[in-house]
């Protein structure tokens, strides 16, 4: 069965560690996206990539940074963690140009404390 | 600047009654067109999709959506609701990048 795996279902961490999401498919997909969730607000592009080694910034990137070395893998990357970043945190993969529509990850919820 | 708005945060069905979640969007051209649904802890799934074509789409779980441009809506619609379908649903327009709306959370009585 094709996915899309986040590495954490949970993660707690401090206020100022570096926080690290990873996010693997194994659909051979070229696009990826890393959104987060918050109540109220739907769901809120912060980076994207559309292939290996290039990113993009989306609507909400203050604050991360995105690491693509390999096709499969695209990591989301909290420099400093703070308590606003607390959310959900959603990756998501796609083919390109068909409009196939997204595959979603499970998701990690990221509680900075 | 492109937009989704699903006017309603909560909506609350009888089961067996039907359902229409409302949708609009801003966007510069006509773009891709998706219903996508959420069950509490999990990720998004793909109801169904619109690209172009016959404008009432199907999609799983007995889901229908129809576009109408004149409107700019994609109103997602069932005719008979469950008490499995409780969850929060999404529209999304795009092309690559899809823009997302704020949810409408579905509720459904008994």
């Known amino acids: 069965d094709v996915k899309v795996t986040q590495s954490s279902r949970y993660l707690v961490k401090r206020t100022g560690e570096k926080v690290f999401l990873e996010c693997v498919q194994d659909m051979d997909h070229e696009n990826m996206f890393w959104y987060r969730q918050d109540p109220g607000l739907g769901l809120r592009l912060i980076y994207f990539s559309y292939d290996v080694k290039m990113k993009e910034k989306g609507d909400i990137p203050e604050g991360y940074s995105v690491s693509r070395e390999k096709k499969e893998r695209f990591s989301l990357i909290l420099e400093s963690a703070s308590t606003n970043q607390t959310s959900m945190y959603l990756c998501?993969?796609?083919?390109?140009?068909?409009?196939?529509?997204?595959?979603f990850g499970s998701g990690t919820r990221l509680t900075v404390v | 600047a492109q937009s989704v708005t699903q006017p309603d945060i909560h909506i609350t069905v009888s089961e067996g009654a039907s359902l229409e979640l409302r949708c609009n969007y801003s966007y510069g051209a006509t773009p891709y067109l998706f219903w996508y649904v959420q069950s509490p802890g999990q990720g998004l799934q793909l109801l169904l999709k619109y690209f172009s074509g016959d404008t009432l789409v199907q999609g799983i779980k007995g889901f229908e959506a129809e576009f109408k441009r004149s409107q700019s809506s994609f109103n997602l619609r069932k005719p008979s609701v469950h008490w499995s379908d409780a969850a929060e649903y999404f529209c999304?327009?795009?092309?690559?990048?899809?823009?997302f709306g704020t949810g409408t959370r579905l509720l459904v009585s008994p």
């Open positions: 998501a993969s796609s083919l390109p140009g068909q409009g196939g529509g997204y595959t």
């Open positions: 999304a327009v795009g092309f690559q990048k899809l823009v």
